[in-house]
């Protein structure tokens, strides 16, 4: 079943970030029409080296990798070159010294190909030695950046998953039985009021409509749809979003254990921004492509932290309604060695079976916050 779901998950274009487009010249040639669009970027990664190139003004990916002068250059997707390009033997890369014109140790960019010598050109480390013809590498098809949109346009496209504006299919109801090709076919695999069912893409979509949660199962198979399925059509979705998230870092974050699907914040929030008991205890959770640390939050083991505090004792269920998120404290219950101290301390508690003293999460009456 899984290797199933990843294969159909393979299929969906757009499902992934990277389309593997080969480790030769001819092959990168022969599976241009698999790139994402007719602008998308080629990543090459040749040893420690990665390298962009995209289509210059008029070209397509196709002519620009069996070309020596139809492309640019970056070397982050951001800031993009027009080199000196190479003599017309060869495809792709620069002619020799230009890289140091804008700040690079190398004297040629990757170049994937030579119409009379084997393999690529021409390092394998930016500060080692050039290795010349012959060295082995891989090329992925990516999304172009400025592919991305945030509108719809004129013709009645809409974004999907991969960011690509791109003709939206009309009839997506047809496909609510079928999570996957639903997808395939640019249109977005949602619940709403209850229901999960195949629906067209518009810029009001939300990440939380991908929530699949606990205890969904029994609902999602009564309306006669694979679990499985409907959990990997969510995931997709939710990782893959169009970027509008900022710097085109993924808009959503998913929780593999709660099947649940959030915002991706991309600056600081405070902790009072968090109204629930998941969100408030994960807000310190930070990678380049997530969220940022709360800004008030109190560091603990190098992050900053927020927690949820609520009425009641530290057996309740901790996203009970009367919770409140807010900056970590330091309950410091555990320099308590015996139990007659350590519950005259407000906040703390003492645990029989553990011969601990612990923290309580309890809310003080009233709360920071709370109005009262």
């Known amino acids: ?10 299929a969906i274009p757009g499902a992934f970030s990277q389309i593997t487009a080969g480790s030769s010249q001819p092959e990168i040639l022969a599976n241009c029409g698999d790139a994402p669009s007719t602008t998308a ?10 390298d962009y190139f995209k289509p210059s003004t008029g070209n397509t990916v196709c002519e620009m990798v069996n070309s020596n002068n139809k492309h640019m250059y970056s070397s982050d997707k951001i800031t993009w070159h027009t080199p000196t390009y190479a003599s017309p033997n060869i495809y792709l890369g620069s002619k020799r010294d230009w890289p140091l014109s804008i700040g690079e140790t190398r004297k040629w960019i990757s170049q994937i190909g030579h119409k009379k010598k084997p393999k690529g050109c021409c390092y394998y480390e930016k500060d080692g030695p050039v290795i010349g013809w012959g060295c082995d590498f891989t090329a992925f098809w990516e999304v172009n950046p400025e592919n991305v949109s945030g509108e719809v346009s004129g013709d009645g496209s809409v974004v999907i998953n991969n960011g690509i504006l791109t003709a939206a299919e009309i009839n997506c109801d047809v496909h609510s039985k079928q999570p996957l090709i639903c997808l395939e076919q640019g249109c977005t695999f949602k619940k709403s009021d209850g229901i999960w069912d195949c629906r067209r893409r518009t810029l009001a979509d939300r990440c939380d409509e991908l929530n699949v949660g606990a205890g969904e199962r029994a609902a999602i198979e009564a309306q006669g749809l694979g679990y499985d399925y409907v959990i990997h059509a969510a995931k997709t979705q939710c990782l893959n979003r169009d970027g509008r998230g900022g710097d085109f870092f993924s808009a959503c974050m998913w929780n593999r254990v709660s099947k649940l699907c959030r915002e991706n914040l991309q600056a600081a929030k405070k902790c009072s921004y968090y109204t629930d008991w998941l969100s408030c205890t994960t807000a310190h959770k930070t990678t380049k492509t997530h969220r940022e640390e709360p800004s008030d939050g109190n560091l603990k083991n ?6 949820w505090y609520f009425r009641g004792k530290k057996t309740d269920p901790a996203n009970v309604a009367t919770g409140h998120c807010r900056p970590w404290e330091i309950s410091q219950c555990t320099d308590y060695t015996n139990k007659e101290d350590c519950n005259e301390k407000d906040g703390c508690q003492w645990w029989d079976k553990a011969a601990k003293c612990h923290g309580k999460r309890l809310l003080p009456v009233p709360y920071p916050g709370s109005g009262a």
Do not use: A, Q
Not at 1 to 10: A, D, Q, S
Not at 41 to 50: A, Q, W
Not at 302 to 307: A, I, L, P, T, V
């Open 1 to 10: 079943m899984i290797v199933i779901l990843l294969m159909l998950l393979g």
């Open 41 to 50: 970027v080629l990543k090459v990664v040749m040893g420690e080296i990665i």
């Open 302 to 307: 190098g992050s900053k932290r927020c927690m």
